[in-house]
Structures are given as structure tokens and as C-alpha cells.
């Protein structure tokens, strides 16, 4: 059973950064991509910024240049630091990563954390 545990959330001022983390447990065999969505307030959930086991990036054109995200295969932990944040950035921040559950399982399947509160002041 997989679980993302994510960390790092909280209330900061417009302007102020927040890192956020996520680690995989559980049992797998392949973990492919790993990354960060946001959902606020009657909006639909978003794509913030996205890693490969390779390191390939793809990064929301909202964010870029003020969020970065990185990866410790190591430790199976996607972290997002988030720089010069803004009110709008305000939203549950929801860790996601692709994953092939057994070498028998053929396809990879999404597992999700369960949110973490980001609210930004003005």
C-alpha cells in the first residue's frame, strides 16, 4: 500500500515563500513521475509543477520563476519551494505521484496525498 505524506504548509504573508515536502511509503516497484496540484475554493484542481524519475520539469506558467520543484530519489520525497508567493497562490496543495504498484501491474496508477493548507496574506 502506498501512502504521500506531505508537509510544509501554512499561512504566510504576500511576498513570503514556503517549501512544501512529500514522502512516498509504502510498497512499489516503479515510481515514474512525482509532483504537485492545487485546488482553491470552487475552482478545479491545477497542475503546479511536475518531476520525472529523470528530472524532467514541467512547471504551471502561474508559477514560474517564483515556485521550484526537486526531487530526492532517494528518499522518495518531491518538495516544492515556493518564493514570492501571492494571494492567489492561496489553495490546498495536493502531493501526486505515478506509480507502478507490482512489476505485474503493467500500467502506473496516480496516488495522492491528502492536502496541505497554503493561504497567502495580502
Known amino acids: 500500500q502506498v501512502q504521500l505524506v506531505e508537509s510544509g504548509g501554512g499561512l504566510v504573508q504576500a511576498g513570503g515563500s514556503l517549501r512544501l515536502s512529500c514522502a512516498a511509503s509504502g510498497r512499489w516497484f516503479s515510481i515514474n513521475a512525482m509532483g504537485w496540484y492545487r485546488q482553491a475554493p470552487g475552482n478545479q484542481r491545477e497542475l503546479v509543477a511536475v518531476?520525472?524519475?529523470?528530472?524532467?520539469?514541467n512547471v504551471a506558467d502561474s508559477v514560474k520563476g517564483r515556485f521550484t520543484i526537486s526531487r530526492d530519489n532517494d528518499k522518495n520525497t518531491v518538495y516544492l519551494q515556493m518564493n514570492s508567493l501571492k494571494p492567489e497562490d492561496t489553495a490546498v496543495y495536493y502531493c501526486?505521484?505515478?506509480?507502478?504498484?507490482?512489476?505485474?501491474?503493467?500500467?502506473?496508477?496516480?496516488?495522492w496525498g491528502q492536502g496541505t493548507q497554503v493561504t497567502v496574506s495580502s
Open positions: 518531476i520525472t524519475s529523470r528530472g524532467i520539469i
Open positions: 501526486n505521484a505515478n506509480i507502478m504498484p507490482s512489476m505485474s501491474s503493467v500500467y502506473y496508477y496516480d496516488y
